[in-house]
C-alpha cells in the first residue's frame, strides 16, 4: 500500500474515531428539562442535612458559589438586595457552595458575612456535574414541585431579574 494511501486511511479512521465518541457524549448528556432537584442532599451551616425538597410549594433561586470565586463574592451585595426584594414571595432564595472542602466554605461564609440559607455539597460532585456546571456564578431555578425550570438563570441586574422572577405563576 502506497505512503498517501495509508495516511488517507490513517485521517479517515481519525475521523470516525473522533465522531463516535463525540456521538457517545452526545448520547449520555443528561436531558434537564424537570429534572429533580430533591434529589440531592446538602448540609447547611449547622451540620444538618438539607434538600430542596424542605421547600415544596415554593419556588426556588439558588445562587451557586464558591469560597475562592471573586465574581461570586461580588454578586453578593445584588444577591441579598433580591433577596429582600422578594421576601414576601412565594420563593426562597438559597446559596449552594460547591468548593471543596467544608472549611474553605466555612471560612468563606464568616468572610463574606454569609449568614443564612448557606447550603454546602458536602463532597457529593453529582449535584455540579449532572448540572454541568463548568462555571460561577450560576444561577438556578426551580419550581413548587422542585423540578428544574431553568439550570442557568442570566443575571445581568436586580430589575432584569425580578422581572423574570415576577412571571413566575403564583409567586
Given at each position: ?15 470516525v ?28 451551616k ?42 414576601d ?19 468563606g461564609m464568616?468572610?463574606?458575612?454569609r ?24 444561577y ?19 430589575k432584569?431579574?425580578?422581572e ?8
Amino acid at each position: 500500500m502506497d505512503k498517501t494511501l495509508k495516511y488517507n486511511l490513517l485521517g479517515i479512521l481519525t475521523v470516525v474515531f473522533i465522531f463516535s465518541i463525540q456521538f457517545t457524549f452526545a448520547q449520555t448528556k443528561i436531558d434537564l428539562k424537570n429534572w429533580d432537584m430533591t434529589k440531592y442532599k446538602f448540609i447547611n451551616k449547622e451540620g444538618n442535612n438539607v434538600s430542596i425538597s424542605d421547600f415544596k410549594g415554593k419556588y426556588v433561586f439558588v445562587d451557586v458559589w464558591a469560597s475562592w470565586c471573586r465574581p461570586c463574592i461580588n454578586k453578593f451585595p445584588e444577591y441579598d438586595s433580591l433577596k429582600v426584594l422578594l421576601k414576601d414571595k412565594n420563593i426562597v432564595c438559597i446559596q449552594i457552595s460547591i468548593d471543596a472542602q467544608e472549611r474553605r466554605w466555612r471560612n468563606g461564609m464568616g468572610f463574606n458575612g454569609r449568614i443564612t440559607d448557606q447550603w454546602f455539597i458536602n463532597g457529593d460532585t453529582a449535584f455540579p456535574d449532572d448540572l454541568d456546571i463548568a462555571y460561577i456564578p450560576r444561577y438556578i431555578l426551580i419550581n413548587r414541585k422542585g423540578r428544574l425550570i431553568d439550570p442557568k438563570v442570566e443575571w445581568k441586574t436586580n430589575k432584569q431579574m425580578i422581572e423574570v422572577l415576577l412571571r413566575l405563576k403564583g409567586i
